[in-house]
T-cell receptor, first 114, second 112 residues
Framework: DVKVTQSSRYLVKRTGEKVFLECVQD?????MFWYRQDPGLGLRLIYF???????EKGDIPEGYSVSREKKERFSLILESASTNQTSMYLC?????????????FGDGTRLSIL | DQQVKQNSPSLSVQEGRISILNCDYT??????FLWYKKYPAEGPTFLIS?????DKNEDGRFTVFLNKSAKHLSLHIVPSQPGDSAVYFC???????????FGKGNQVVVIP
């Protein structure tokens, strides 16, 4: 089974802090993703990475950056946290290649910015 | 512009009956479709998928139907069980594309 592990289930930070969310997958997947989920808005893609050191912006990248130094790890960084970044953050991974493969998700990090 | 739409945000169904969730898409390039199930405070779990070369895929109590001409797919859960109470997301992608387009989700409540 694919295992995607997010480092924290719940996190509380203050406005202006730099926040790191970590995600690790154990299936040697090429692709990794960061989403946020908000009520009534579904899942929105922030950034994704298709290889080490490679990244692409998703639909809502503003206020975020990412880092992928190793294949198994994908970090989401909130450069200067703001209250509108309070949300559920979800990491996912997917095998590479051209075959249809689902994305597999971690359990999420509930982030509150005070 | 929302490419995947799930109407009727919530559904209540009696245990043992059928649950039917609907999903419409606008992008004719989409050729792979997925359903995810999500419990509160957990990440989405992959449930079932279908590629555009098929019109039906079954996995136990879950069946997904695809109508390409109508750009419509549906998920049937039969019989529904209380553990099926969750939010269900429809998602779609095109061949070779890493990104999934998600619907906003349907809340299903199965009444014992």
């Amino acid at each position: 089974d694919v295992k995607v592990t997010q480092s924290s289930r719940y996190l509380v930070k203050r406005t202006g802090e730099k926040v790191f969310l970590e995600c690790v997958q154990d299936m040697d997947h090429e692709n990794m993703f960061w989403y946020r989920q908000d009520p009534g808005l579904g899942l929105r893609l922030i950034y994704f990475s298709y290889d080490v050191k490679m990244k692409e912006k998703g639909d809502i990248p503003e206020g975020y950056s990412v880092s992928r130094e190793k294949k198994e790890r994908f970090s989401l960084i909130l450069e200067s946290a703001s209250t509108n970044q309070t949300s559920m953050y979800l990491c996912a991974s997917r095998a590479g290649g051209h075959s249809n493969q689902p994305q597999h998700f971690g359990d999420g990090t509930r982030l509150s910015i005070l | 512009d929302q490419q995947v739409k799930q109407n009727s945000p919530s559904l209540s169904v009696q245990e043992g009956r059928i649950s039917i969730l609907n999903c419409d898409y606008t992008n004719s390039m989409f050729d792979y479709f997925l359903w995810y199930k999500k419990y509160p405070a957990e990440g989405p779990t992959f449930l079932i998928s279908i590629s555009s070369i098929k019109d039906k895929n079954e996995d136990g109590r879950f069946t997904v139907f695809l109508n390409k001409s109508a750009k419509h797919l549906s998920l049937h859960i039969v019989p529904s069980q209380p553990g099926d109470s969750a939010v269900y997301f429809c998602a779609a992608t095109a061949y070779g594309n890493n990104r999934l387009a998600f619907g906003k989700g349907n809340q299903v409540v199965v009444i014992p």
